[in-house]
């Protein structure tokens, strides 16, 4: 069997395992749901599974789009409360930009581990108590190193966040395979005129992102136009330009 056939046979049973478990009450992942019906439908968990490695890049290598990738993972575990543990190469985290998503700084244990963030990744996730576990990963994240990472956040339960950061447009590195959960691509978008009168003064409304949802092991693709994280870490819909079923026009939080 080639390849391709193998890996879609894979999470045909996964898919088929995910049912079974939903159907009889057998235990599975808690979720973290974003309160949002069509992004939470695409998920085999209806939400963002704990004790399990998520992987988030930005559509491109400027400073906005890897801004976009961090505040997204930082407002999720805002809402999954208690420590988080955010490793780097190097001590560039920007505090009041966490926080204005909601995840406080007396809640982030910030570690500086030049070339070694995986291994980091992975002894904090071993680690019981932490909520999540977040790592800014330049380069490779291959099979042995992602899947380690994955069965290491099972034993804790905890949510892990691989940012995915690259030096260079065309980075083969980040279309490698990998043991990720669930696959996240963020691209931040001009925000709308905040006042209907004056539309051509942009740049005043919300922010807003593009939210692709890439892969999803037992689930299925997406794309959305999102209004970014707010204070709570929730995100809302922008009913008019989702790729996707409508919703009202009023805000909507994740719970």
Request: contains cysteine; charged residues 20%; proline residues 8%.
């Amino acid at each position: 069997m080639e390849q391709a056939g193998r890996i879609a046979l894979l999470e045909e049973l996964r898919t088929r395992v995910a049912r079974i478990e939903r159907a009889t009450g057998a235990p599975g992942r808690i979720a973290l749901p974003f309160g949002l019906a069509p992004i939470d439908g695409t998920l085999a968990e209806g939400g963002l599974a704990h004790g399990a490695l998520h992987e988030v890049f930005g559509a491109g290598l400027d400073l906005g789009h890897g801004a976009a990738a961090a505040l997204f993972a930082a407002g999720i575990l805002a809402r999954a409360g208690g420590p988080v543990l955010w490793v780097s190469e190097r001590v560039d985290l920007f505090a009041p930009a966490l926080a204005s998503v909601g995840l406080a700084p007396e809640r982030v244990l910030h570690v500086e581990a030049g070339r070694s963030v995986l291994l980091a990744m992975e002894e904090g996730l071993r680690q019981p108590g932490l909520a999540g576990v977040v790592g800014e990963v330049f380069g490779r994240l291959g099979l042995t190193a992602s899947r380690r990472l994955q069965l290491a956040a099972e034993a804790s339960g905890a949510i892990a966040f691989a940012l995915r950061r690259s030096r260079r447009p065309d980075d083969p590195a980040l279309a490698e395979p990998n043991a990720a959960v669930t696959r996240w691509r963020i691209a931040p978008l001009p925000s709308p005129p905040a006042l209907a009168w004056a539309p051509d003064t942009p740049g005043l409304g919300p922010p807003r992102w593009r939210l692709e949802l890439l892969r999803a092991r037992g689930g299925r693709p997406g794309s959305w136009i999102v209004e970014a994280c707010d204070a709570t870490g929730g995100l809302a819909l922008v009913a008019d330009l989702a790729d996707g079923p409508a919703v009202p026009e009023r805000r909507r939080h994740a719970g």
